[in-house]
């Protein structure tokens, strides 16, 4: 069973309230102004310097002791543009827009373990962050640009997490979320009659062979030990069954844990495209965009992280979760500090909780809540010793 500290079992009602609230009203990405409201409503007259409207909806709270260590606890706020499929009697009231990643339960349980730290006080500062837009809007890097990561000397953050079941935290150091970077395409041919090909440099086949040869890249280019995904999303061409296209677009994502590989991957990609195109009489045009970098958990970190999660939730419930090619806008603030991310188990398969994120039936078992708050309070108070 996990062992709870009395100052933070009795925030357990204002925290599922407080979740169940959020999760009636999902905002999208830089739209969390009710969700920021109510983080700063929780934690306001508790001693924090609060400052509002941080890139955009994101709001920054600091309470400090006696000198020490800065240690961030960041939350994400943004809800999904899914429609809630579920009939609890706290689901979504916005039609089309739903907590569907568990960003509700994020803000809620840091909220608590803020208000329970700075009743604390300990040696040190404790910087609560509430960032908008985790699901692709670059809300991370919206916040640092405005200051977030100044003078922070540790980074700590969770996900609930429906891979695991409730009562387990994961904790993995090392590369745990993947870098996520936006590949496009376009293969310039020349268009013509469907019945005359030998006019026309076809685009669709040289797509269709470019397609083919980026399979390549993980299969023959990349050592077999080291995991990357080069996947083509979308295809748009072509409007007539027997018209020859000018053009073809592909769209498709590049992910990785290294970074050396990460940065290897353009010219693979742009090499193969625009090699395979000029022999079929064709253009490639390849443009990279780069997202969100991998997501890295510092050894140290990740050690005291272990030792808070194990006060928590007992050794044999502590698991190191696989790695995952989905990212996380966490990476960024690691790249300005070292940190740990930590997964909270949180299905519940018996209960039917067990839908994978993203999902318009998601949901968690709200057991989970209450020790992601107390591991955050255990491991920032580690990271500030
Ligand atoms: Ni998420």
Redesign the pocket.
Request: net charge negative; with cysteine.
């Given at each position: 069973m996990p062992q709870f500290s009395p100052d933070v079992q009795a925030l357990e009602t204002e925290l599922i309230a407080l979740r169940r609230d959020l999760h009636q009203h999902p905002e999208l990405a830089f739209r969390e102004s009710r969700t920021a409201g109510q983080a700063a409503a929780f934690l306001e007259g508790h001693g924090f310097r609060i400052r509002t409207g941080v890139g955009g909806t994101g709001v920054i709270a600091d309470v400090s002791g006696a000198p020490g260590r800065t240690v961030l606890l960041r939350a994400?706020m943004d809800g999904l543009p899914i429609q809630e499929a579920n009939d609890t009697p706290y689901a979504s009231q916005e039609k089309g827009r739903m907590h569907a990643?568990?960003?509700d339960g994020h803000v809620a349980m840091a909220a608590v373990a803020g208000r329970v730290l700075a009743s604390r006080r300990p040696a040190g500062t404790i910087r609560m962050l509430f960032q908008p837009a985790?699901?692709g809007e670059a809300g991370a890097q919206t916040m640092i640009a405005e200051g977030a990561m100044d003078g922070v000397d540790v980074a700590l953050g969770v996900?609930l997490w429906n891979e695991l079941p409730v009562g387990t935290l994961g904790v993995k150091a090392g590369p745990l979320m993947a870098s996520v970077d936006r590949l496009r395409i376009v293969i310039h041919g020349r268009g013509g009659h469907g019945a005359k090909p030998h006019r026309s440099a076809d685009p669709i086949v040289a797509a269709a062979y470019v397609v083919t040869a980026l399979q390549t890249i993980v299969s023959r280019e990349v050592a077999p030990v080291h995991a990357a995904v080069v996947t083509i999303a979308s295809i748009h061409a072509g409007e007539a069954f027997n018209v020859i296209p000018d053009e073809v677009v592909l769209t498709g994502t590049i992910r990785t844990f290294d970074p050396a590989l990460r940065r290897s991957m353009p010219e693979r990609v742009t090499r193969l495209a625009t090699g395979v195109a000029a022999g079929l009489q064709c253009r490639a045009e390849v443009e990279v965009r780069p997202g969100n970098p991998a997501v890295l958990n510092d050894a140290d970190v990740a050690a005291l992280a272990r030792r808070a999660a194990i006060r928590v939730v007992g050794e044999a419930q502590v698991v190191e979760p696989e790695p995952t090619m989905g990212g996380?806008d966490m990476a960024c603030y690691f790249e300005k500090a070292p940190g740990c991310f930590v997964f909270v188990g949180s299905s519940n398969a018996a209960r039917g909780l067990d839908q994978p994120?993203h999902s318009p039936r998601f949901d968690f078992d709200e057991a989970a809540l209450l020790i992601g708050a107390e591991f955050l309070v255990a491991a920032a108070t580690e990271a500030l010793a």
């Open positions: 994400d990643c568990g960003h985790e699901e996900h996380e994120h």
